[in-house]
């Protein structure tokens, strides 16, 4: 059974740090991508980062780009988003993807609505000003 649990969510002032994870299983953890995306109240869900477990290259929006990081512990099976200097407008649920990477960089970029994949439930992330 393919499971991705998401964890490290809460709540920080602007400015702040916090350091996400992903832990998946179930699948063949190097041929795939993962992904981190979010969905604010009201709003529709957005591309954050992504990263390809086989090349371990990474792509960032342009909302995050200086500020987030996201890395692979392949031997763990583990993705993080250390998110550093939070603003409140990133406060969302966040999620992680699994996917083949071409298609996770199509949600980042193109629609993050694209079907398909394994998700996490999504942590929350709360910004306070």
């Known amino acids: 059974e393919v499971q991705l649990v998401e964890s490290g969510g809460g709540w920080v002032q602007a400015g702040g740090s916090l350091r996400l994870s992903c832990a998946a299983s179930?699948?063949?953890?190097?041929?795939?991508?993962i992904g981190w995306f979010r969905q604010a109240p009201g709003k529709e869900r957005e591309g954050v980062s992504v990263?390809?477990?086989?090349?371990?290259?990474?792509d960032y929006a342009d909302s995050v780009k200086g500020r987030f990081i996201i890395s692979s512990d392949n031997a763990k099976n583990t993705v993080n988003l250390q998110m550093n200097s939070l603003k409140p407008e990133d406060t969302a649920v966040y999620y992680c993807?699994?996917?083949?990477?071409?298609?996770?960089?199509?949600?980042?970029?193109?629609?993050?609505?694209?079907?398909?994949?394994?998700w996490g439930h999504g942590t929350q992330v709360t910004v306070s000003s």
């Open positions: 993807a699994a996917d083949r990477t071409e298609r996770l960089l199509h949600r980042l970029w193109v629609s993050a609505n694209l079907s398909g994949g394994y």
């Open positions: 179930g699948f063949s953890f190097d041929d795939y991508g």
């Open positions: 990263i390809s477990n086989r090349d371990g290259s990474t």
